[in-house]
């Protein structure tokens, strides 16, 4: 069960207590991520995009973490032929943020063995 709204403080190293704080010891606004609980790591400066998805990001995922995944966004854009102004192929990257970053769904695979295969932009 989803505790959204309310979550358990937790102490990180500079002793504050808010899931978002800003910490002295890094000079930025620090997060507990979610993959790699207990360390209190940079967050991102803003929500990567305006919706509840983006400021769960911001609250619960690194910036380094945030990198990670678009790197591997660029690999399924490219491995599924995905065009980011469609909505299917929003809503499945948006799916993917949910499998890959937090762990619910499915993690779709990318089968490197396929390139090549991969249709041209706008083909
Ligand atoms: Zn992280």
Redesign the pocket.
């Given at each position: 069960m989803q505790l959204l709204g309310r979550r358990l403080a937790r102490r990180s190293h500079c002793g504050a207590t808010e899931p978002l704080r800003h910490c002295y010891l890094v000079g930025v606004n620090t997060?507990d991520?979610?993959?790699?609980p207990g360390e209190a790591?940079p967050a991102l400066p803003r929500p990567p995009f305006r919706s509840e998805l983006g400021e769960r990001i911001q609250r619960e995922?690194?910036?380094?973490?945030?990198q990670d995944w678009l790197q591997h966004q660029t690999l399924l854009i490219n491995h599924y032929a995905l065009d980011p102004r469609k909505l299917e192929s929003r809503n499945f990257l948006y799916g993917q943020i949910g499998a890959v970053l937090f762990g619910e769904g499915e993690v779709a695979e990318i089968d490197t063995s396929k390139r090549g295969t991969i249709a041209a932009p706008g083909g």
């Open positions: 997060v991520c979610r993959r790699h790591v995922i690194c910036a380094r973490c945030w």
